[in-house]
T-cell receptor
Framework: KQEVTQIPAALSVPEGENLVLNCSFT??????LQWFRQDPGKGLTSLLL?????REQTSGRLNASLDKSSGRSTLYIAASQPGDSATYLC?????????FGEGTQLTVNP | ETGVTQSPTHLIKTRGQQVTLRCSSQ?????VSWYQQALGQGPQFIFQ???????GRGNFPPRFSGLQFPNYSSELNVNALELDDSALYLC??????????????FGPGTRLLVL
């Protein structure tokens, strides 16, 4: 059974800081890994998708890496802004489902 | 391009009642998945529909059932509601073949409260 763990559970940083969110998974037989953002009480917004054959993806200030053999992914956020405050979820895709971690709640203080 | 929409946005029911949640997939998408997200937790997979057929189911009891229509919209039905069914219910759609090889696009969710 696939298990996904995200560390840390919560993170508070000052504006402008670079930060890294971590995700680990137990079964490397995945199609892809997707990072999502969730604002309080809202749905999920897809940030980045990394195929299992890829090592990283970039979008603006976001960079996500994938090491499938070790079951790890990181989401790097450069020059953080208060608008980045949200919960960040990683999810691994296999079969017909996404398996999610419990998320990292990020607060960026002005 | 219209995104994934869900209705209603909020719902209050009492134990033992039945509820139907609705999802309209993004234009051109033929696969719909449903997830349950309890407060403070990650979403849990309920089931997926591909071209009107169930294509995979998570660890949920049979009182959770679904449908997908020819226009690829979908319904989630929950019978005999329990307090623990209180959660945010998320719908996701994608294109291509069945499964989750493509990017999943999520709707805003339906918040269900069972009293």
């Amino acid at each position: 059974k696939q298990e996904v763990t995200q560390i840390p559970a919560a993170l508070s940083v000052p504006e402008g800081e670079n930060l890294v969110l971590n995700c680990s998974f137990t079964d490397s037989a995945i199609y892809n890994l997707q990072w999502f953002r969730q604002d309080p009480g809202k749905g999920l917004t897809s940030l980045l998708l990394i195929q299992s054959s890829q090592r990283e993806q970039t979008s603006g200030r976001l960079n996500a890496s994938l090491d499938k053999s070790s079951g790890r992914s990181t989401l790097y956020i450069a020059a953080s802004q208060p608008g980045d405050s949200a919960t960040y979820l990683c999810a691994v895709a296999s079969g017909s489902r996404l398996t999610f971690g419990e998320g990292t709640q990020l607060t960026v203080n002005p | 391009e219209t995104g994934v929409t869900q209705s209603p946005t909020h719902l209050i029911k009492t134990r033992g009642q039945q509820v139907t949640l609705r999802c309209s997939s993004q234009s051109g998408h033929n696969t719909v998945s449903w997830y349950q997200q309890a407060l403070g937790q990650g979403p849990q997979f309920i089931f997926q529909y591909y071209r009107e057929e169930e294509n995979g189911r998570g660890n949920f009891p049979p009182r959770f059932s679904g449908l997908q229509f020819p226009n690829y919209s979908s319904e989630l039905n929950v019978n005999a509601l329990e307090l623990d069914d209180s959660a945010l219910y998320l719908c996701a759609s994608s294109s291509g073949l069945a499964g989750v090889k493509e990017t999943q696009y999520f709707g805003p969710g339906t918040r269900l409260l069972v009293l």
